[in-house]
Nanobody, 113 residues
C-alpha cells in the first residue's frame, strides 16, 4: 500500500491549502481514514478523521478551519485547510485511523506569520 500526500507549501497566516492523499493498493472505501501531522520535536498527532460512511471528527485546534473529505472512486483523501496559523506548520500525513500502513513521505506545510 502506498500513501501519496501532496499539496503542501509555504503560505502566510490566514491563507488556505488543500492537501490530497492518493491511496494505492487497498480497498480505500472500506477504511476509516485520518490526516496526521508532526512538527519538529513533537509527536505525530491526528488532526482529522473520516469514517468509511463519511462521519468526520476534528481535533479542537483545527475545528472550524479544516475540512476532511474523501473520494472513494478515485481513492483520494482530502484536507481543506483555511485560516492557517503558524502553529499549523508541520509535516502532514494520511493513514488509516489504525495507522495500518507505512507513512510515506507526507507533505510539508509551513505557515509564516
Amino acid at each position: 500500500v502506498q500513501l501519496q500526500a501532496s499539496g503542501g507549501g509555504l503560505v502566510q497566516a490566514g491563507g488556505s491549502l488543500r492537501l490530497s492523499c492518493k491511496v494505492i493498493g487497498t480497498n480505500f472505501r472500506l477504511y476509516d481514514m485520518a490526516w496526521y501531522r508532526q512538527a519538529p520535536g513533537d509527536q505525530r498527532e491526528s488532526v482529522a478523521s473520516i469514517t468509511s460512511s463519511g462521519r468526520t471528527n476534528y481535533t479542537d485546534s483545527v475545528t472550524g478551519r479544516f475540512t476532511i473529505s474523501r473520494d472513494n472512486v478515485y481513492r483520494i483523501l482530502y484536507l481543506q485547510m483555511n485560516t492557517l496559523k503558524p502553529e499549523d506548520t508541520a509535516r502532514y500525513y494520511c493513514n488509516t485511523i489504525r495507522k495500518q500502513y507505512s507513512w510515506g513521505q507526507g507533505t510539508q506545510v509551513t505557515v509564516s506569520s
